[in-house]
């Protein structure tokens, strides 16, 4: 109880985030706060939770790690046979949390989700370590197995079936970008009292930033 109670008591007040010193687009925001998080010797900066939900609306999250953005989203990888992958199916809206601490930082993006171009993904594919290539081809996202040992031998298959040539990405294996209609930076404050700021989408393609209580 003593952590908890000690969390409780935590006080923010590290920096302070006011409307005039913001950029007027979000993701310029964003990739401010981003480019401190890499320089803040934090543990995955690009780490976020991903939640998304069923047709039927029932949530489900994890953590990810952001592989690119840019003015047209925000893109993660992974294996459309998983249950997010079969929920982004169904439902193709989802949300976004960044959580870095160090810095009393929270980014909350909405929006919608599409797939990027088969070309995009073979790209990332490609660069990506040959162990994960090997990964993305062993395992059956989110599926029941029986133990440990029936991936470290279908790892095993892989690897000799792969030796010496180029490695295909696998047809389930895709990109998605969130196109974001809502971005909120949240920065901790003292007493509870913390700074939130609010880049909603218009129509037209113009953002308005408001603030939200705490």
């Known amino acids: 109880m003593s952590n908890l109670e000690d969390t409780h008591n935590k006080q923010y007040g590290l920096y302070e985030l006011k409307e005039e010193d913001v950029s007027s687009n979000p993701i310029e925001q964003f990739r401010l706060w981003y480019d401190e998080a890499l320089g803040a010797d934090l543990i995955y900066p690009n780490a976020f939770t991903l939640a998304t939900s069923t047709k039927e609306g029932k949530p489900s999250a994890r953590q990810l790690l952001l592989k690119d953005f840019d003015e047209e989203g925000f893109v993660f990888y992974t ?4 249950k997010k992958g079969n929920d982004l199916a169904e439902n193709p809206f989802a949300a976004l949390c960044f959580w870095w601490g160090k810095l009393e930082r929270q980014v909350r993006i909405e929006g919608e989700i599409q797939m990027v171009s088969n070309d ?41 079936e792969f030796k010496d040539r180029p490695i295909p990405r696998p047809p389930y294996w895709n990109g998605y970008r969130l196109t974001p209609t809502a971005i909120e930076f949240w920065q901790g404050r003292d007493n509870r009292l913390h700074d939130r700021l609010k880049y909603t989408l218009q129509a037209g393609g113009k953002w308005i930033i408001e603030r939200l209580a705490p």
């Open 79 to 82: 294996n459309s046979e998983s």
């Open 120 to 160: 995009e993904a073979d790209e990332y594919f490609a660069s990506r370590p040959i162990g994960s290539q090997i990964g993305a081809w062993t395992s059956n996202q989110s599926t029941v197995i029986a133990d440990r040992e029936l991936l470290d031998n279908r790892y095993s298959e892989f690897e000799n």
